[in-house]
């Protein structure tokens, strides 16, 4: 089976699990796991911010980040394709209260101005605008790394007009090295970020969230509350450390794949187009020829190909520690089978 459903479904590699071994353990409640301390430590400095919190997941990275920034009745700006919008089950309203502004950006990146014209003026009737998010790399946007100026640049219209902001950074590792730019330089504009290990990094389990250490201790009585803190995370936090050793650097084997990828299903007939590639992410429409993408998705699946489907006619594809060229090779002619058997 090659698997190209998700950069999520990787398992941890046997150095990784071996790291563990030699781990020190304590009680993370209490800041006396020496392992997980370390791993905050080391991510509040990548990031440049004053400290960090280790978390079960990225998505109680964002619910915790929104609910320490924003009071119920508030506003949050974001894009429409955004993790926090859809797939977050309802979070930000049900956890926090607040409400979504979502716009639509250019493959999941908005303009300064467009961020400028949803900030709504103070007065007694309009929801306050209090957070602006953005998600470096889109996700559904097939994988998309905003440059960092731009980056910055809408932050900073937000900053100015008086809004927190947060940094959905799941894949910001893919963007760091796609850009060459490092993580503290593209978390610059932000008050909170966070990176998952359970991407491309390759982890069972884990995130990191960091910020100041005002925002850090509330965040720390959210995950308290929310039934987030942790015992001996260390073990956890050790495959994190493993990850980060060994694990970024070679995200650039993952780009390549993907552009490679890319760049063969894009001359097929059977497929409409491809979204521009950035980094790990291939997403790409069928076209009126091809089988529908739940249909392609199965059949796929019996060639031993695991892709997802993300609408009637379009496929995600992303290339992660458990992917390799071979395997992109498979996949290829399994699109090229199976696309124009279709058409014939
Ligand atoms: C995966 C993902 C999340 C959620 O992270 P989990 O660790 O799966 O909870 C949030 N945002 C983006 C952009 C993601 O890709």
Known sequence: MHNFYSDTQTRPTRAMREAVLEAELGDEQRDA??????????????????????????????????????????????????????????????????????????????????????????????????????????????????????????????REAGLATHMDGARLLNAVV?????????????DSVWVDFTKGLGCPVGAVLAGSAAFIEAAWRLKQRWGGAMRQSGVLAAMALHALDHHVDRLVEDHALAHSIGE????????????PVDSNIVILDLAETAPDAATLVARLLEAGIAVGAFGARRIRIVTHLDTDPEGGDALVRAFETLTAAHAA
């Open 178 to 190: 796609a850009s060459g730019r490092p993580a503290a330089e593209h978390a610059a504009g932000f």
């Open 33 to 158: 796991d020496p392992t997980t301390n370390a791993l905050c430590a080391r991510m509040a400095a990548l990031l440049g911010k004053e400290a960090a919190v280790f978390l079960p997941s990225g998505t109680m990275c964002n619910e915790i980040a929104i609910a320490v920034h924003c009071r119920p009745g508030d506003e949050v700006i974001c894009e429409r394709s955004s993790h926090i919008l859809g797939y977050e089950a309802g979070g930000p309203a049900a956890l926090s209260g607040v409400m979504m502004h979502a716009l639509d950006g250019e493959r999941g990146m908005m303009t300064p101005e467009q961020v400028a014209g949803a900030i709504r003026p103070r007065n007694r009737y309009a929801p306050i605008s209090r957070l602006f998010c953005a998600e470096q790399t889109a996700n559904l946007a097939g994988g998309a790394v905003w440059p960092v100026e731009q980056l910055s640049a809408a932050a900073a219209v937000a």
């Open 264 to 275: 063969r299903l894009a001359a097929l007939p059977g497929i409409a187009r491809v979204l």
